[in-house]
Protein backbone atom coordinates (compact mmCIF):
# COMPACT_ATOMS: atom_id res chain seq x y z
CA UNK A 1 0.00 0.00 0.00
CA UNK A 2 1.22 3.62 -0.90
CA UNK A 3 0.17 6.52 -0.08
CA UNK A 4 0.83 9.69 -2.34
CA UNK A 5 0.32 13.67 -1.66
CA UNK A 6 1.22 16.15 -4.40
CA UNK A 7 1.09 20.03 -4.55
CA UNK A 8 1.11 21.85 -8.25
CA UNK A 9 1.82 25.92 -8.83
CA UNK A 10 2.24 27.61 -11.88
CA UNK A 11 2.92 31.48 -12.11
CA UNK A 12 2.39 33.45 -15.32
CA UNK A 13 3.06 37.39 -15.71
CA UNK A 14 2.12 39.61 -17.75
CA UNK A 15 -0.76 37.47 -19.36
CA UNK A 16 -3.52 38.99 -21.47
CA UNK A 17 -6.73 37.62 -20.32
CA UNK A 18 -10.37 37.42 -22.79
CA UNK A 19 -12.22 38.98 -20.17
CA UNK A 20 -10.12 42.08 -19.15
CA UNK A 21 -10.16 42.88 -22.75
CA UNK A 22 -14.28 43.42 -23.37
CA UNK A 23 -15.14 47.14 -22.93
CA UNK A 24 -18.81 47.52 -21.55
CA UNK A 25 -19.34 51.12 -22.61
CA UNK A 26 -20.80 51.59 -26.43
CA UNK A 27 -21.12 54.62 -28.23
CA UNK A 28 -24.45 54.37 -29.65
CA UNK A 29 -23.76 57.92 -31.35
CA UNK A 30 -21.49 55.94 -33.87
CA UNK A 31 -24.72 53.87 -34.76
CA UNK A 32 -25.52 55.04 -38.84
CA UNK A 33 -29.37 54.08 -38.17
CA UNK A 34 -29.20 56.64 -34.89
CA UNK A 35 -30.81 59.84 -35.30
CA UNK A 36 -27.94 61.48 -33.79
CA UNK A 37 -24.98 60.11 -35.19
CA UNK A 38 -21.91 61.20 -35.63
CA UNK A 39 -18.93 60.07 -37.41
CA UNK A 40 -16.50 58.43 -34.98
CA UNK A 41 -12.93 59.81 -34.92
CA UNK A 42 -10.11 57.75 -33.83
CA UNK A 43 -10.14 59.37 -30.70
CA UNK A 44 -13.68 58.54 -29.85
CA UNK A 45 -13.97 54.99 -30.93
CA UNK A 46 -15.87 52.73 -28.92
CA UNK A 47 -15.22 49.93 -27.80
CA UNK A 48 -11.67 49.81 -27.05
CA UNK A 49 -9.50 47.51 -26.65
CA UNK A 50 -7.34 47.98 -23.49
CA UNK A 51 -4.95 45.39 -24.17
CA UNK A 52 -4.87 45.66 -20.01
CA UNK A 53 -1.77 42.73 -18.68
CA UNK A 54 -2.06 41.05 -15.54
CA UNK A 55 -0.79 38.04 -13.44
CA UNK A 56 -1.80 34.29 -13.52
CA UNK A 57 -1.22 31.68 -10.69
CA UNK A 58 -3.14 28.42 -10.49
CA UNK A 59 -2.86 25.83 -7.32
CA UNK A 60 -2.88 22.27 -7.65
CA UNK A 61 -3.27 19.03 -4.26
CA UNK A 62 -3.81 15.45 -5.49
CA UNK A 63 -3.94 12.97 -3.22
CA UNK A 64 -3.33 9.41 -3.71
CA UNK A 65 -3.82 5.63 -2.72
CA UNK A 66 -2.06 2.49 -4.46
CA UNK A 67 -3.24 -0.69 -3.36
CA UNK A 68 -1.11 -3.46 -4.90
CA UNK A 69 -1.67 -7.17 -4.14
Known amino acids: M ?4 G ?3 MYMSNVV ?4 QVDLVVDTRANPVNGAFVAPT ?6 RLPFSRSDFYAH ?3 FGVE ?3
Open 42 to 47: PTTVSP
Open 60 to 62: GVN
Open 17 to 20: RANN
Open 7 to 9: YDF
Open 67 to 69: IRY
Open 2 to 5: RAFV
